[in-house]
């Protein structure tokens, strides 16, 4: 089992900054895979940033350059850091978590999610 709990969330203006953080408790010695998605209204979800195996963190093309996602072990948190937001960046954002339940099987979590509305 793997708990997740966004946090950072916020109104801005468009050219600011904010820090979203994610903390992750529970089995986080298996993780496969931590990331970011965000759902603005009336469209899907989609990725933000995802880490796998603590390999190379690949971004969306949207947010390439203004958005770094770093993972502190010793605090078992996962930050994403935007700056230069855009109107367009508004939506909610959700922590992803997938871990390795047993060979052949992977199990994924989501956060409850946290706002980010950013004002032009």
């Known amino acids: 089992q793997v708990q997740l709990v966004e946090s950072g969330g916020g109104l801005v203006q468009a050219g600011g900054s904010l820090r979203l953080s994610c903390a992750v408790s529970g089995s986080t010695l298996s993780i496969h895979a931590i990331g970011w998605y965000r759902q603005a209204p009336g469209k899907q979800r989609e990725l933000v940033a995802i880490n796998n195996s603590g390999g190379t963190t690949n971004y969306a093309d949207s947010v390439m350059g203004r958005v770094t996602m770093s993972r502190d072990n010793a605090k078992n948190t996962v930050d994403l850091q935007m700056n230069s937001l855009k109107p367009e960046d508004t939506a909610v954002y959700y922590c992803?978590?997938?871990?390795?339940?047993?060979?052949?099987?992977?199990?994924?979590?989501w956060g409850q999610g946290t706002q980010v509305t950013v004002s032009s």
């Open positions: 992803n978590v997938i871990i390795n339940w047993k060979p052949g099987m992977r199990i994924e979590y």
